[in-house]
């Protein structure tokens, strides 16, 4: 018997992912991590929301409609992403001093800055209006990508932190926090790679044929493959490291069971 499966990579990659994101909010739900990680609960949350009514509502809405909703959620995203780091910072280094709090901060933050303004285009401010509603959504658009890439840095500069010096602090290689940055900062370093390798290919390319073109969007496709492939890793990461307690979590729960063992000097005595 002869199987035929009519699924594309893209069809493929996309059902691995929302089946790994509903997984792991289950864990993240019946593991009790929702309160710990509440921002990063959230931003699961989105992602999934954003899969799902991109594969629903595509083609079924008013291309404007559609694009307004689609550049909404993807600027709410690069917020919510934001606070995460936030949240993941201040669980891991909370036992920092301010002075290595603020230092630490300020130089991450100079080092995005810089990477965000030196990548990419920048719009004239000067002339950009907002008279019509596509060109309100072309400038959230941008914020949003300018956003994402910022949020993209300081994740991997927050991994290389927590990864460094976060057992020092108490977030220790066998913590949630430190395997969750892990993941974050591995699913940044991933896009960032993605990115920069199709901009050099498409600002050293100049398509001269059908077949040219179609090669060079042919590389583009395997990096977005490659990038979902490497998200869906991640994803995995965090469903296995999330359901695990850390370490001393599940002896620290039983202590009050345990302690009635201790009248055992009771049984002597009697």
């Keep these: 018997m002869h ?21 792991l909010l289950v864990v993240l739900l019946g ?12 931003s699961i949350v989105l992602v999934t929301l954003r899969l799902l009514i991109n594969r629903l509502l595509h083609d079924r809405l008013p291309a404007l409609t559609m694009g307004e909703v689609a550049i909404t959620l993807a600027l ?11 949240e993941m910072a201040r669980l891991a280094f909370r036992r920092a001093s301010a002075r290595a709090w603020s230092a630490s901060t300020l130089a991450l ?7 965000v303004w030196k990548w990419g285009p920048w719009p004239n401010f000067r002339t950009i209006a907002f008279d019509t509603l596509i060109a ?19 994740s991997i500069g927050l991994g290389v932190l927590i990864v460094a010096t976060g057992s020092r602090f108490g977030a220790g290689w066998r913590s949630h926090v430190q395997r969750i940055v892990i993941g974050i900062s591995t699913a940044s370093l ?29 590389i583009q496709e ?10 869906v890793l991640v994803i995995i990461w965090w469903i296995i ?8 979590t599940s002896t620290e729960r039983t202590l009050p069971e345990i302690a009635p063992a201790a009248s055992a000097r009771e049984v002597g005595e009697a």
């Design 3 to 23: 199987f035929n499966f009519h699924f594309t990579a893209v069809q493929t990659l996309w059902t691995l992912t929302f089946a790994s994101l509903l997984v």
């Design 31 to 42: 593991r009790d991590r929702i309160r710990r990680f509440p921002w990063f609960t959230t």
């Design 76 to 86: 709410l995203s690069a917020i919510v992403s934001l606070l995460v780091l936030v």
């Design 109 to 115: 933050l100079i080092i995005g800055g810089l990477i």
């Design 136 to 154: 309100k959504l072309q400038f959230m658009q941008f914020v949003s990508v300018k956003l994402g890439l910022l949020v993209d840095v300081l």
């Design 190 to 218: 991933s896009q960032m790679t993605a990115q920069g390798v199709w901009q050099t290919i498409a600002r050293h390319t100049t398509p001269h044929s059908q077949a040219e073109y179609e090669r060079v969007i042919g």
């Design 222 to 231: 395997k990096l977005l493959n490659t990038n979902s492939a490497v998200y």
């Design 241 to 248: 490291c999330l359901w695990v307690d850390e370490p001393g």
